[in-house]
């Protein structure tokens, strides 16, 4: 069964802090890949996604995420990190042609101010 | 413009009960998804619909779960004789296509007792 597997469940850090979210995914034909975030109390909501072209790709609120396909993976940066990014994030896969999306369990980021 | 609106936020339920949770996609968005989260997991792909055609019922874990979207806009998910596993934040999300953005609606929190 495909699966998406984000190994930190739970993180701190302290503002301007860098961040790196890991999510790798075990399906080893073409995917599409997708970073969501849910803030407190808020709906889910996409921050970047990736379907073809530049492996490294840039969201809103200046998240990016590279591709490595060799490594099956689509981890999630930033390089300083604000106590307004205190979210779960999610990462997710959808199988090039299929509908279905696979999510990851979710990293929850608390960032200290 | 109007979000994704779910109904109701919360349901409580007694086990070998139905219920039905609705989802009001976004004006003009032909794909609809229905998720599951279950406590500390990921989101689970249950069905996806997209226009008229028929729904991808492949996520859908069991067949006393059943869902259908009615002249291409409203969704209604039903569980059939409810058991306490059912127990879950049901998500709905819509998007204009299958490659666009989904939008996600906040959720209807089953319990099923």
């Known amino acids: 069964a495909q699966s998406v597997s984000q190994h930190n469940h739970h993180v701190i850090l302290s503002e301007a802090a860098s961040l790196e979210l890991g999510c790798n995914y075990s399906?080893?034909?073409?995917?599409?890949l997708f970073w969501y975030v849910q803030y407190p109390g808020q709906h889910l909501q996409l921050l970047l996604k990736y379907f073809s072209g530049d492996p490294l790709v840039k969201g809103i609120k200046g998240f990016e995420a590279e591709f490595i396909k060799s490594k099956f993976s689509f981890n999630l940066r930033k390089p300083s990190v604000q106590w307004s990014d205190t979210a779960e994030y999610f990462c997710?896969?959808?199988?090039?042609?299929?509908?279905?999306?696979?999510f990851g369990s979710g990293t929850k980021l608390n960032v200290k101010p | 413009g109007a979000g994704v609106s779910q109904s109701p936020s919360n349901k409580v339920t007694e086990k070998g009960k139905d219920v039905e949770l609705r989802c009001d996609p976004i004006s003009g968005h032909t794909a609809l998804y229905w998720y599951r989260q279950s406590l500390g997991q990921g989101l689970e792909f249950l069905i996806y619909?997209?226009?008229?055609?028929?729904?991808?019922k492949s996520g859908l874990p069991s067949d006393r779960f059943s869902a259908e979207r009615t002249g291409g806009s409203v969704s209604t998910l039903t569980i059939q004789r409810t058991q306490q596993e059912d127990s879950a934040v049901y998500l709905c999300a819509s998007s204009l296509n299958r490659r666009e953005t989904q939008y996600f609606g906040p959720g209807t929190r089953l319990l099923v007792l």
């Open positions: 619909f997209q226009g008229n055609s028929a729904p991808d």
């Open positions: 399906y080893g034909g073409t995917v599409n």
């Open positions: 997710a896969v959808n199988l090039y042609n299929f509908n279905k999306f696979y």
